[in-house]
């Protein structure tokens, strides 16, 4: 019988049994059967969830295996940070915030505003990192305003997996490309 992992553990200490990687896409789940060296399992958690680097599985037969952000293409972007940063936000894009840089996932369309903006550009693979919600770690969508501030969880602390969303009715305008 294959094993199942209905919670993680978040920040979790090592030891670990196993690891997996996956990009940032990856690590928002909740019910997928997924595979690594130590063998396969299936993620079954209450609620679709976002993983953080370092969180691990917590499996029905005592085994933990640990999430590692996988690298994937991103844009290395210096410049007017806080402009730039700006426009992103703005654009509900997740950034990683740096005092030297910001890092994005590679969108054509935002490289090209990004590029009109003045930004100096590099292209990378690296594991993508961004910053979490206003009110925890996760997605930037990963809060509500209901009673979970001041919630925290400390490390090693198992919790049922859970997010904090709320729907967003924002117009997005998106520029396009027109030859």
């Not at 700006?86 to 490289?111: K, M, S």
């Not at 990378?124 to 209901?146: C, I, N, V």
Request: glycine letters at 10%.
């Amino acid at each position: 019988m294959i094993a199942t992992a209905h919670s993680i553990i978040r920040n979790a200490p090592a030891p670990f049994d196993g690891e997996i990687a996956l990009d940032y896409e990856g690590r928002l789940l909740r019910r997928k059967r997924l595979a690594c060296a130590g063998g396969d399992f299936m993620v079954d958690l209450p609620e679709v969830t976002s993983l953080d680097d370092g969180d691990a599985f917590e499996l029905s037969d005592g085994r933990q295996i640990v999430v590692r952000a996988a690298p994937e293409p991103v844009l290395i972007i210096r410049g007017n940070l806080p402009r730039l940063a700006w426009h992103i936000g703005n654009r509900h894009t997740p950034c990683r915030i740096e005092a030297d840089r910001l890092i994005i996932r590679q969108d054509h369309v935002l490289e090209a505003m990004l590029r009109q903006l003045g930004a100096d550009l590099c292209r990378k693979d690296l594991p993508f990192r961004p910053e979490g919600g206003a009110y925890g770690h996760g997605r930037t969508f990963g809060h509500d305003h209901g009673s979970h501030h001041g919630h925290h969880h400390g490390a090693g602390e198992h919790v049922h997996a859970h997010s904090h969303a709320h729907a967003h009715a924002h117009a997005h305008a998106e520029a396009h490309d027109h030859a």
